[in-house]
């Protein structure tokens, strides 16, 4: 009688660790496929031009600045293909911040990221804010 006893508690032990070993293995599986899941999931990105050149006036002078604007966007050809069609309207709205710009505003490092940062908020208010990742300003002069 004595050892059946401890029969059934050694097994009911070893059932007790199979099903906690188990339900291990079960979570730790869904959470490599949620994280492979999330890979997977992350959306490619290219970079692509913004329109030509912008080259306008800068605010109360007669200084002018010239330079070429680069989007990051989320790889979708029907969203590239809006941006191309609607050039024009983005075009307009990135020179109307820049004619409000002074030469100071522009000047340096710290102009410059802050010229990215407006022109990256009219883009996502165009385009939306999960769809344009960045903006790239390169060869900018001011004169």
């Known amino acids: 009688m ?4 401890i029969l059934i508690i ?3 032990f070893l ?3 199979a099903v906690v070993f188990a339900a291990v293995f079960i979570v730790t599986g ?3 496929e949620k994280r492979e899941g999330g890979k997977a999931e ?8 913004a329109s030509d050149k912008f080259q306008t006036n800068l605010k109360g002078t007669r200084s002018i600045i010239s330079m070429n604007v680069y989007l990051e966007v989320v790889e979708d050809k029907k969203l590239i293909e809006t941006i191309e069609l609607r050039d024009p309207e983005a075009r307009s709205r990135v020179l109307d911040i820049l004619r409000d710009k002074t030469w100071e505003d522009v ?13 990256l908020n ?4 165009l385009y939306g804010q999960s769809s344009i990742i960045s903006v790239y300003i390169d060869e900018i002069v001011t004169q």
């Open 42 to 49: 992350k959306a490619k990105t290219v970079i692509i031009p």
């Open 10 to 12: 050694v097994l009911a």
């Open 2 to 5: 004595k050892g059946n006893k």
């Open 122 to 125: 009219c883009y996502r208010a």
């Open 15 to 17: 059932v007790m660790v």
């Open 30 to 32: 869904s959470m490599m």
């Open 107 to 119: 000047d340096g490092t710290v102009g410059k990221k802050s010229l990215e940062r407006e022109i």
